[in-house]
C-alpha cells in the first residue's frame, strides 16, 4: 500500500476525512505530520498514522521521517502549502515548487508575476498596516484592502472614505500583526464586474477546469462568502474565456501539480483575476463538486501526484448549491427562520445554534465571521436552487445589517 505524508492537520476535519477515504480508494494511506497538540485536537480521527513534532517547521518533519520513504508529500491546508513544498524540494520529491507556492500565498507577488505576464489591469501597493492611513491620503479612491498572505476573505475590505479605514483598522492588533508577520497589506485598484470562482485540478502545468462557480456574497465593504451554485450560468458564455485565462495564471505563477481555487471577475475588459489558492474551494466546495459532478476531488489530486494522472471530466445532472448560516463571530441570537421558497429542492440543513467559533482572532488581525451550519439544495432548474441560495443570502444580509444597527446605537 503506497503513503502520502500530509504536513499539517487542515482546518475543516470533514475534509481530513474525505481525503482520508479517497487516498484509500487508490491503495494508499494518509500519514499526517503535525505537533502534538494539533494532532491531539478534540474530534479528530486520523485514519492512518501521524507523527508529532516539536514545531512543524522544515527541520523538525525532516528529522521526524529519517529513514522512512513516502509515495508523494502533500498539503490539503493552504497554511502549509509552502512548508510541504518546502519538504518535497529538501528531499527530492516532486510537485509544484517552493518558490511558485510562495507567490500564489502573497498576494503582492501574485500581482507582480502576473503584471509580469500582461495578466492584470490592477494597480496595486503594499504598505504596513501601521501606514496605511497616510498612505492612502495619496491614492484615489476606492480601494480594496486586504491582508498580502490570509485566507477566507478576512480582513478584505473596500475603502471609500476615512470611515472604511477606521473600521478596517479596528480588525488590527497592530503590535501583534507586525510580530507574527501579517502586517503586510495590499492596496488594489477597485475593478466592477461579476465575480465567480473556479474550482480545478493542475497536473503537470496543465490545468483542467471542474468548474465554474456563481457566488452570492455578502458585497461592500467586506464581499464575505454566502453560497456556491454550480456548475455556474455564464458557464457557456465564459467558460473557454476563463480557462484560458486560468491556464496563463497557472503558468506564470510556476503551478506544477494542485488544485486550484481561483476567485475571477467577469468585467467588460475580460477576466481579472481576485485571488487564487493552491487548494480546493472551502465552504463545502468540495461536497458540491462531489454531488454536481461525481468527482472525488482528493482522489482526483492523489492520482496526479501518486501517477500523473489527468482527471475525467463528467457532465452534471444537476444544478447544486451550498449556502453558510453567515454569522459575526460575537453572534449567538437565533436563527430567524428555515423557511425556504422550493423546499422540495433542499437536500440538506446543518446547522447547531450550540456551535462556538474556534477561534476570534488570529496573529492579531480579528476574524468576523463564522459559518453556524450549511445548507444545501439542487435540482435540474437552476432558478429553484438560486431562489433557495437568494433566501439565504437575504437572511444573512439581514442579520449583520440588524447587528450593525445595533453597534450604532440606530
Known amino acids: 500500500m503506497r503513503s502520502i505524508l500530509v504536513i499539517g492537520v487542515p482546518w475543516s476535519q470533514d475534509e481530513l476525512a474525505v481525503a482520508q477515504t479517497d487516498a484509500a480508494a ?9 505537533t502534538a497538540a494539533a494532532l491531539a485536537k478534540p474530534g479528530l480521527t486520523i485514519a492512518g498514522e501521524s507523527i508529532a513534532v516539536p514545531q512543524l517547521d522544515v527541520p523538525s518533519i525532516i528529522a521526524a521521517i529519517e529513514g522512512r520513504s513516502f509515495d508523494a508529500i502533500v498539503s490539503i491546508t493552504e497554511l502549509t502549502v509552502l512548508l510541504a513544498a518546502q519538504v518535497r524540494e529538501r528531499l527530492g520529491y516532486k510537485g509544484t515548487p517552493a ?10 507577488r501574485t500581482r507582480l508575476a502576473l503584471r509580469d505576464a500582461g495578466l492584470t489591469g490592477v494597480d496595486f501597493w503594499t504598505v504596513q498596516i501601521s501606514d496605511l492611513k497616510a498612505h492612502l491620503s495619496g491614492i484615489e479612491l476606492p480601494v480594496i484592502v486586504k491582508p498580502t498572505s490570509f485566507t477566507g476573505s478576512t480582513g478584505v475590505r473596500i475603502i471609500r472614505d476615512d470611515q472604511d479605514v477606521e473600521e478596517l483598522l479596528r480588525l488590527y492588533d497592530v503590535e501583534a500583526a507586525t510580530r507574527s508577520g501579517r502586517g503586510e497589506v495590499i492596496v488594489e485598484t477597485f475593478i466592477d464586474g461579476d465575480e465567480i470562482s473556479l474550482e480545478g485540478l493542475v497536473v503537470n502545468g496543465k490545468l483542467t477546469v471542474f468548474t465554474l462557480t456563481d457566488k452570492l456574497m455578502t458585497g461592500s465593504p467586506t464581499f464575505r462568502d454566502i453560497a456556491f451554485i454550480m456548475p455556474s450560468r455564464r458557464s457557456a458564455e465564459w467558460r473557454h474565456r476563463v480557462q484560458d485565462y486560468a491556464q496563463r495564471v497557472v503558468t506564470a505563477l510556476g503551478v506544477e501539480t494542485s488544485p486550484v481555487h481561483m476567485e475571477v471577475k467577469l468585467t467588460r475588459d475580460g477576466v481579472e483575476l481576485i485571488e487564487t489558492h493552491n487548494r480546493f474551494g472551502g465552504g463545502g466546495i468540495v461536497e458540491l463538486l462531489q454531488q454536481t459532478f461525481g468527482i472525488r476531488p482528493f482522489q482526483a489530486y492523489f492520482a496526479a501526484v501518486l501517477d500523473g494522472s489527468d482527471p475525467v471530466l463528467v457532465e452534471p445532472a444537476e444544478y447544486w448549491g451550498g449556502a453558510h448560516f453567515l454569522d459575526r463571530v460575537d453572534g449567538y441570537d437565533p436563527w430567524a427562520s428555515f423557511d425556504f421558497p422550493h423546499p422540495t429542492a433542499v437536500i440538506k440543513v446543518d446547522f447547531d445554534a450550540r456551535r462556538k467559533p474556534a477561534v476570534h482572532a488570529w496573529e492579531g488581525l480579528r476574524i468576523q465571521h463564522w459559518s453556524r451550519g450549511r445548507v ?3 435540482s435540474a432548474s437552476y432558478d429553484l436552487v438560486f431562489e433557495n441560495m437568494k433566501e439565504m443570502e437575504k437572511q444573512v444580509l439581514r442579520r449583520l445589517s440588524a447587528i450593525s444597527d445595533a453597534e450604532a446605537g440606530t
Open 26 to 34: 487508490l491503495d494508499a494511506t494518509l500519514c499526517v505530520i503535525d
Open 376 to 378: 444545501m439544495s439542487a
Open 99 to 108: 518558490h511558485a507556492e510562495a507567490a500564489v500565498m502573497n498576494k503582492h
